[in-house]
């Protein structure tokens, strides 16, 4: 049985130190939609990050 995951939207923002917590909220929220949400800080600019909604 394979997994697969596709990416729906990615989005680049300013980072905040606060930004884990919509990101927490959304996937305890929304993962029985089977939904996923990422966060990551872009690699080329720190102060960047990258949101990333994923169908699981």
């Known amino acids: 049985m394979e997994s697969k995951i596709e990416v729906l939207s990615s989005v680049k923002l300013q980072h905040s130190p606060e930004l884990y917590k919509i990101v927490d909220a959304l996937?305890?929220?929304?993962?029985?939609?089977?939904?996923?949400?990422?966060?990551?800080?872009?690699?080329?600019?720190?102060?960047?990050a990258i949101f990333t909604i994923y169908r699981t």
């Open 27 to 48: 996937n305890r929220t929304l993962k029985q939609k089977d939904l996923m949400f990422g966060l990551a800080l872009d690699q080329e600019d720190q102060s960047k």
